[in-house]
């Protein structure tokens, strides 16, 4: 069976960079720039508070899970008063030892494992785009062991150690994107996944791209009219069913074209298109380039 969500995450292509431990004792407060890329935390003990920008404060506890997709702008700190450090993530050292906030002596308030890593697809932020900005979990077990295994990993130079990383990050994301519930996910892929009627269209489309698809044919395999289905889809995911259709196949395109994975015919074929020449005029005006100048630059 087509997995829609696991075809989204080989797309954005991550890979494990960093991975620390964190502690804070007494007062403390760390303000982080805004960073871009996917940051993930877990707190082994303790409690501390996390605020990010544009959300409200969380206070998070011993078994919490955190991961933000594109890492905007946060603060986290203890419960005492305490004026932010001021952090550039994009100058901050890959240390591997725990970095301590606040009082440096003594045992801490809070014990956490933390890191980022990146997704190496050019269309990161428009996939990225469909995920919940901010994933907060308590009492993530699962998630947990994860974390941990990415920081014994991530701490050691043994063979095999960049694939094994790659792989612990992608059963990360997935176990962190299929705890959210429904309704805390944004109009997009996450909460179409929710809906077992509109999956089941979804499935369709990832199964079998290069179908002729219409909005009728969509609407019979998830077993609605025409209509319930196209504003149902259109609510819960986002875009109307042909544009995500159409999103759905190019992504595939110019995944295709960067690995360089056959002829421009051959892929046309892949995505739904009847001839070379069809695919290079809807690639062009859903992308801005012609297909083989998008290969050469990607």
Same mark, same amino acid.
């Given at each position: ?17 960093? /991975?620390?431990?964190?502690?804070? &004792?007494?007062?403390? &407060?760390?303000?982080?720039?805004? !960073? ?5 935390? $877990? ?7 996390? $605020? %990010? ?7 998070? /506890? ?11 702008? !946060?603060? @986290? ?13 994009? =100058? ?17 308030? %809070? ?5 980022? !890593? ?9 996939? +990225?785009?469909?995920?919940? &900005? ?10 947990? $062991?994860?974390?941990?295994? +990415? ?11 960049? #694939? ?50 219409? +909005? ?5 395999? =998830?077993? #609605? ?28 395109? *110019?995944?295709?074209?960067?690995? *360089? ?6 892929? &046309?074929?892949? %995505?739904?298109?009847?001839? /070379?020449?069809?695919?290079? $005029? /809807?690639?062009?005006?859903? %992308?801005?380039?012609?297909? *083989?100048?998008? =290969? @050469?630059?990607?």
């Amino acid at each position: 069976m087509p997995d829609p969500l696991s075809d989204l995450i080989a797309l954005l292509r991550p890979r494990a960079v960093f /991975a620390k431990g964190i502690s804070g &004792a007494e007062a403390w &407060a760390v303000r982080y720039a805004k !960073f871009g890329h996917p940051g993930f935390c $877990t707190v082994i003990e303790g409690r501390c508070r996390l $605020t %990010v920008d544009g959300a409200d404060a969380v206070t998070l /506890a011993a078994g919490d899970f955190v991961l933000l997709p594109a890492t905007p702008g !946060f603060m @986290m700190s203890g419960f005492e008063p305490a004026e932010p450090v001021l952090i550039d993530p994009h =100058a901050a050292p890959d240390l591997t030892e725990e970095i301590r906030h606040g009082r440096q002596d003594g045992d801490p308030d %809070v014990r956490m494992l933390g890191g980022y !890593f990146i997704f190496d697809s050019p269309d990161a932020a428009l996939l +990225v785009s469909q995920l919940p &900005a901010l994933i907060h979990l308590r009492g993530a077990e699962r998630l947990s $062991t994860l974390v941990r295994l +990415v920081r014994e990993e991530a701490g050691g130079d043994r063979p095999g150690c960049d #694939l094994i990383l790659a792989r612990l990050v992608e059963i990360l994301i997935v176990e962190a994107l299929r705890s959210v519930e429904g309704d805390d996910a944004p109009p997009g892929l996450l909460r179409g996944l929710r809906d077992p009627r509109l999956a089941a269209a979804i499935r369709r489309i990832h199964d079998n791209p290069a179908h002729p698809w219409t +909005v009728a044919g969509l609407a019979k395999e =998830a077993a #609605l009219s025409r209509s319930a289905f196209f504003d149902r889809f259109a609510r819960t995911v986002g875009v109307p069913p042909m544009e995500y259709l159409q999103g759905w196949r190019m992504n595939l395109a *110019k995944d295709l074209l960067r690995r *360089k994975v056959g002829g421009l015919a051959d892929i &046309a074929e892949r %995505v739904g298109y009847g001839s /070379a020449s069809a695919f290079s $005029t /809807a690639f062009a005006r859903h %992308v801005g380039l012609p297909p *083989k100048r998008y =290969a @050469m630059t990607a």
